[in-house]
Structures are given as C-alpha cells and as structure tokens.
C-alpha cells in the first residue's frame, strides 16, 4: 500500500472515530443521566444485530458537527428491511439544520423507493436558529437564513410522508422534547410512540406559553406522554421505557406488511384453527344494560390471545387493534361496554375511522364486533361536531375495499348500525348474530315503552313483561330475524365464533373491489 492511501485511509478512520462519538462523552453522559440512551444506542436496540448500513455518515464532520445531528440507513427488523433515522441530542441539541434535513428527506425517500417500512426516532426542539457566527457571516454576504437550503431539507419532509402515506407503513417514536419540525412529520405517520418522563410534543413549549399567555404549565402537562395518550390521541402507544418501546415497534411490525402491494406476513400458528371457545358462551350477559369487558372476547377469538391495542388509552370506549387468526393478521373494531356503555363519540369515530382506513391500506381484514347502543346522545357531543366525525366513520368503512365481518355479539340500536357497518350498502362482506342479540332503532325496552306507553293496561301487573317477552322473541329474535332478513349471512355460536371467523376470512382471501377513477375523495376533517 502506497503512503498517500494510508496517510487518507489513517485519516478516515479517525474521522469515523470521532463520528462515532456525535457531541462527545461528555455530552453523551449527560444523556444517560437523562435516562435516555443516545441516537445510536437506540438503532441498535431497535434493529437485528449487525444489520444497520449507515449512509451520510460524515456529513458535516468538517465544521465538527458529526453527521449534522442525524444518523440514518437502513437495516432489518426480523430480517425485513426498514430504514430509520434517529436525531442525535449531543450535536447541536438534536436541531434541524441544513445536512440533517437533507438526510431524513433522502431516507424517507429511500424507503419510499425501496417500498419499505420507514422509523423515525425524534429527539429534536425542531428547526435549527443560526448562532451569532451564522448570523454575522449572513449578514455580511446579505443572504437570509433559508438562502443555502434545496428543496429537500428538514422544512420538506412533510412532502415525502404525504407521498409515502399508504404505500408504506411509517412509524415515529418521540423520545425527547420535541418541537415544529419534529412533531409535524410524526403527526402525519401511521402510528407515534411515546415514553413516559422523557417524551414531550408540543408546538410551543411552556416558557412561550408562559411569554404569550401568561401561563403556568409543565413540559409532561402539556405535551407529555400521557396528554398525549389520553387527551390528544397524538400518541398511540404509551412506553415506560425506550428499550420497551424498541420492542413493541419490532412486535408492531411483524402484524404489518413491507408496503402496500404485499399481504401481512403469515405466521405459523400454534392455536388450533379449530378451537371451540367455550368461556364465551358465558362471557357475554344476555342483558343489554349489563357491561362486561369486550378485551377478554377479543382475546379468546385471536391466536394465543395476542392482542396488539391501538390508542389503548384514548376513546377507549372503541378498541382498534391487530391480532392474528390463524396465523393471518386481522384488525379488529369493537365497542366497549364498560365504557360508556360502548356508545360511539366524536373521539371514537376518529380513532375508528382512521384505523379503518389504516388496514384498508395495507390489505389487513376488518372484523367489527359490535355491542353498542348507538351515538352518545348530549349539546357536548353534539356542539363537538359529532354529525362531522360521525361522518369519517361512514367514509372510512365505504371506500374501504378489504375483507370486512361484522359480528354483532348482543346490541345494536340505531346509529350505531350505520358506525358499525351493520346495515347493508356500506361495503361489508358479511354480517353475523350471536343468539342472544338484538337491533333496531331503538332497544326492545324502548320500543315497547314508545309503542304501548299510553295502553290502559299499561299498568296492569305483568302486562308490560309479557308485552317485552313477545317483542323481544317476535321482533328482537335474531333466529327469526335471520329468516327473512337476507342481509345476514348467519347465526352463530357464541364458543364456535372463532372457528367461523377464521373459515369466513379464509372464504374473502383475495377478494377484489372496483371503484370509479378519480383524483382522491374529500373525507370530512
């Protein structure tokens, strides 16, 4: 080997050295006595050993700023390919400048490109202010701050994320303080990650709150991590710690396809295809008024009841979440009777409409297990626009073209048969009944009320049950309803829920939709 080679080989590798270490050790302890680990720390712990391939490693080195705050490339999660960034704290504070704009732009292109799945880990108080140098040397050439950007920079990234939205599965896990910029783009992926202590997201932090406002207010209690898991919905899972959080993102992946042309990975199950689940058939109280919690049937109907919940904390009055069901990801819409009865609210039809439309993307199929009494009646309800995001309900379940099931285990009653997909037009597959259910506009009790309230026997000991039992076994009995009523594929056991679901799902593989050609429809926000 020649002198000139070594001298440049010698050379390089120090510079790698010094990459290696983003701010330094002094700064890298100092986000350790955070309780957080560092930008590289955190790929490894989310990727298979080994497996990271970086790009732009030595982007602004030269100005000692390693990789300009931002470390990228791509790697595997269970020997898928991903690509992932990940803002480094200890270089200028995890701030946006002009080099680390460009490479998040540059990988969420590349996984657009590759139609691979795209991790974004945020550490950052969003755009980069220049300092008193930066300032001076603008001022004297006359240039304004935004004079040396392309159009890929960190003010950009939006773009790609927009483009990528449905054609590859994004993901973001806030794990900082975090910002403008760096809340933006998380806010238009498919699932955000948070962490309790560490984890804030805000616009404006509390000191300009304070400036403009004249409030008080915490970092946690404005934009942390259980605001923003119970308040907001910004966040849809909540982590008591960063390594549990890598965890979860790998388990999340593995229900998810690479993009949007490919079916969910198929796992082999271990949970008999076959089995009869028994413990519902007492799951279930026949009354309608009785709660009861809807995660125990979900549970019993998914393979070794791994449940994957969405939004677990926010709206939970509707679960959305994936489990599998023979080995085939599935994702599930359900009402909670043990909150507020299961009646569908403003915060629940968006939670459920934008998981519907989530699964749409990514050929995931739809079961709905629907017990609710309909919308949540009230001015509070009514003033928060519940016509509006009632109505992201009814477009997220028409334009969906994926399988769907509908099951209705025991109610329901009037609105809640158009959010739950029950009524026929709005593109289910097939709708089935548990025995003991009931539907209608309103509830047998109700009915029976409104229509003999004003009988002269209305009063008469017994006459009023007997009336409730002849409705209820004439117009409220789905073993005759399903006679006439050809809407409704069939009435099923209770314990053989699973095994029909499975066998039904496998009848829909492959099903096909033709929809008009148009630009994009106007879903009401």
């Not at 849809?236 to 969910?264: G, Q, V, W």
């Not at 939004?311 to 069901?325: C, N």
Request: aromatic share 8%; glycine share 10%; net charge negative.
């Amino acid at each position: 080997m020649n002198d000139f080679l070594q001298k440049r080989l010698n050379e390089l590798a120090a510079v790698r050295q010094k990459v290696l270490l983003g701010g330094g050790p002094d700064k890298i302890e100092k986000q350790h006595a955070q309780g957080k680990l560092t930008a590289r720390e955190r790929i490894e712990c989310l990727l298979d050993m080994d497996s990271f391939m970086e790009t732009h490693m030595l982007a602004a080195h030269a100005v000692d700023m390693p990789g300009d705050g931002l470390i990228c490339g791509t790697g595997r999660i269970d020997g898928r390919k991903v690509f992932v960034y990940s803002q480094d704290r200890t270089v200028r504070g995890g701030s946006i400048g002009v080099e680390h704009g460009y490479k998040m732009y540059r990988t969420i292109e590349h996984a657009l490109e590759m139609r691979v799945p795209l991790i974004g880990l945020h550490d950052s108080p969003g755009a980069r202010l220049p300092n008193s140098e930066e300032l001076e040397w603008l001022g004297q050439r006359k240039r304004s701050i935004f004079s040396n950007i392309s159009d890929k920079h960190g003010g950009s990234v939006f773009y790609p994320n927009t483009l990528g939205s449905g054609v590859i599965p994004q993901i973001s896990a806030i794990v900082g303080s975090c910002g403008g910029i760096s809340v933006y783009s998380p806010a238009l992926t498919d699932f955000v990650y948070m962490v309790d202590d560490i984890s804030h997201m805000f616009i404006t932090g509390p000191m300009v709150v304070k400036m403009v406002t004249g409030e008080e207010i915490s970092m946690d209690d404005l934009g942390g991590a259980k605001v923003h898991s119970q308040v907001t919905g910004c966040c849809d899972f909540r982590m008591p710690d960063e390594k549990t959080l890598y965890a979860e993102i790998r388990r999340l992946l593995s229900f998810l396809p690479s993009n949007c042309d490919h079916a969910p990975p198929a796992c082999q199950s271990r949970d008999d295809p076959d089995r009869i689940c028994t413990e519902l058939n007492d799951m279930v109280p026949p009354s309608p008024n009785k709660s009861y919690d809807m995660h125990r049937v979900i549970e019993s109907l998914v393979d070794n009841r791994d449940f994957l919940e969405v939004k677990k904390e926010f709206a939970p009055e509707i679960i959305v979440g994936f489990g599998r069901m023979d080995g085939q990801t599935i994702g599930f819409v359900a009402n909670q009777p043990m909150v507020k009865a299961g009646a569908l609210t403003v915060d629940s039809s968006d939670k459920q409409a934008r998981f519907i439309r989530f699964c749409d993307c990514f050929n995931i199929p739809i079961a709905m297990l629907v017990d609710t009494p309909a919308y949540m009646p009230g001015s509070e309800q009514e003033h928060a626009g519940i016509i509006r995001h009632g109505a992201k309900v009814l477009y997220a379940l028409c334009e969906a073209t994926v399988p769907r099931i509908v099951l209705i285990l025991r109610k329901a009653y009037g609105g809640g048969n158009l959010g739950m997909g029950v009524l026929p037009g709005l593109g289910s597959d097939m709708v089935l009944y548990w025995p003991i259910m009931e539907t209608g506009i309103l509830g047998a009790d109700q009915s029976v009320m409104l229509l003999y309230g004003k009988d002269p026997d209305f009063h008469t000991p017994g006459w009023l049950d007997k009336k409730l039992s002849e409705y209820r076994e004439t117009y409220a009995n789905p073993i005759y309803d399903v006679s006439s009523n050809i809407n409704v594929e069939d009435v099923i056991s209770p314990a053989e829920s699973r095994k029909y679901l499975i066998r039904a799902f496998e009848m829909l593989a492959g099903k096909k939709s033709c929809r008009p050609e148009k630009r994009h429809g106007n879903i009401p926000l």
